[in-house]
């Protein structure tokens, strides 16, 4: 395999990164400096990030988090500040598959499978999230389809694959919005491009898995029926 395919698999990091912790001169291969051509044997090569010695897990761990809002989506923190992996049983190496912002809150994915991870945070793959949002301002109609037909904010386009007002009272309204990227930030900078403030904000959805059943801060190991799923939404091959 690709040795950023299999630096992604040993939680190293995705894919992309990989390849920069390769130029940067970081990983070694039977004791010669990796390039990005460089493919690994498993079973018969050794592989060095920083001096030690890189395993492929033999056995992945998948788990949904409902996450509290004043959470980093981090598996660690100079500040002190809670993390999601302070949820995780003793033990566990999976870290958060994106991010959410400190205050907002919901379906949050974690697990130790590289691969998996990769590509269910490459916007190629165009997984759908799915946000409600309550919204200060005067937020119409006519707004929700200038998201829709994307807004370049600083620089950067954004857009929203779908966007409804569920209910309005007075200037605060309930706002699904459906995204295939999942830019940083980019529910409430496109809320803010159209002169409207997100109040609260929670992920509702990740592909078809949600925390029904979940209360905020508790988790759960995903199903084998929801590892099977993902698999086959990133169109990777399907688990033993």
């Known amino acids: 395999m690709r040795i950023n395919r299999f630096l992604a698999l040993c939680k190293i990091a995705s894919r992309r990164k990989s390849e920069e912790l390769v130029t940067a001169g970081k990983i070694r291969i039977n004791g010669r400096l990796a390039v990005l051509a460089d493919e690994v044997d498993p079973e018969k090569d050794t592989v060095e990030y920083n001096g030690k010695k890189l395993t492929v897990p033999e056995s992945y761990e998948y788990f949904l988090l409902n996450k509290p809002k004043d959470v980093l989506s981090s598996a660690r923190d100079d500040r002190g500040r809670k993390v999601v992996t302070d949820f995780l049983p003793a033990g566990s190496h999976a870290v958060p598959v994106g ?140 688990k033993n």
């Open 99 to 238: 991010r959410l912002d400190f205050d907002t809150t919901g379906v949050l994915l974690l697990t130790n499978d590289g691969e998996l991870t990769y590509r269910l945070t490459h916007p190629s793959f165009g997984v759908r999230k799915i946000y409600r949002a309550k919204v200060f301002g005067d937020f119409t109609p006519e707004k929700a389809e200038m998201m829709k037909a994307g807004i370049t904010v600083e620089g950067e386009f954004m857009q929203a694959e779908a966007v409804s007002i569920t209910s309005s009272h007075g200037r605060i309204h309930n706002v699904t919005v459906s995204l295939h990227e999942g830019k940083k930030r980019e529910v409430k900078e496109l809320v803010k491009a159209v002169g409207c403030r997100v109040l609260e904000l929670e992920r509702f959805a990740f592909g078809n898995i949600t925390c029904r059943g979940l209360k905020t801060g508790e988790m759960r190991r995903l199903t084998d029926e929801e590892v099977q799923y993902l698999y086959k939404l990133t169109k990777l091959s399907e």
